[in-house]
């Protein structure tokens, strides 16, 4: 029975050139195009990690990238993909899983206010506090699915500073790095990784499942996962106290 790997996209299988270890500039690979020219990059390794995956398994990106940005992505996937952190799943031919949008798309509809009122409240704060941020809602088939903050000068640790009052129950703060985003309860990644296996598992067997992941947030559909991986130097890795400095050292 083939395995199937859902696996996070930024962080974990590619990160951008900044964050790769100096010295191995000249042997990184293109994995992502960013209007901004921060394009995000592969080293040999993850390369030839994700050729492997790639070859040995069905392998379902669960990334918070919404659909633009994943088009970006120039890795060949070719299975299905969760993005926009689980409120749409795309089929392999690039459409989108009605099934999934259907239970989705009318859970998120009581939240839009809430997410206007997060983004204005945000904003309001890094103002107040002179902090220069950039925010949006991510915005998927007439969907608002989640909001994020960014700080335009800085490397994302003041992003912690913004304070929102309001009933959150049931709602995810992801805060990795220079990426802030506020989730409704409807939207995440675990649901959708969920669902995902379930049907995958109904419709081909009962296949393993392996996860690969980074950030805390992705905890949640990592432990739906038979096993669960991620990279040495990530949040996960830090949070479990585990020494990261060999991580790269050797490429540089
Ligand atoms: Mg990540």
């Known amino acids: ?45 993850q390369v030839a990690m994700i050729d492997w995956l790639l070859s040995t398994s069905q392998v379902i990106p669960v990334t918070a990238r919404g659909t633009t940005a994943y088009g970006n992505v120039k890795i060949a996937f070719n299975s299905y993909a969760i993005v926009a952190n689980g409120a749409v799943i795309l089929k392999p031919d690039g459409a989108h899983l009605k099934e999934w949008h259907d239970v989705i798309s009318k859970e998120l509809i009581p939240h839009r206010e809430a997410l206007n009122k997060v983004l204005e409240v945000g904003r309001q704060g890094a103002a107040a506090g002179k902090m220069s941020v950039r925010s949006w809602i991510v915005e998927e088939m007439e969907m608002a699915t989640y909001a994020v903050f960014k700080e335009n000068n800085g490397d994302g640790k003041r992003l912690a500073e913004l304070k929102f009052e309001f009933d959150d129950a049931g709602w995810i703060r992801h805060h990795n ?32 499942a392996i996860g690969f992941g980074d950030s805390a947030s992705d905890l949640g559909y990592l432990n739906l996962c038979d096993w669960w991986g991620a990279p040495s130097r990530s949040q996960i890795s830090a949070m479990l106290n585990v020494p990261t400095k060999t991580f790269f050292a050797d490429l540089a």
């Open 1 to 45: 029975m083939q395995p199937i790997v859902f696996a996070d996209l930024d962080d974990t299988l590619f990160q951008t050139r900044a964050k790769c270890p100096k010295g191995s500039q000249h042997k990184l690979a293109l994995a992502a195009i960013s209007s901004n020219g921060h394009h995000s990059m592969m080293t040999p390794r």
């Open 177 to 208: 790095g220079n990426n802030f985003a506020l989730i409704p309860p409807p939207v995440s990644k675990r649901r959708a990784v969920e669902f995902l296996l379930k049907k995958i598992r109904s419709e081909s067997g009962d296949r393993p």
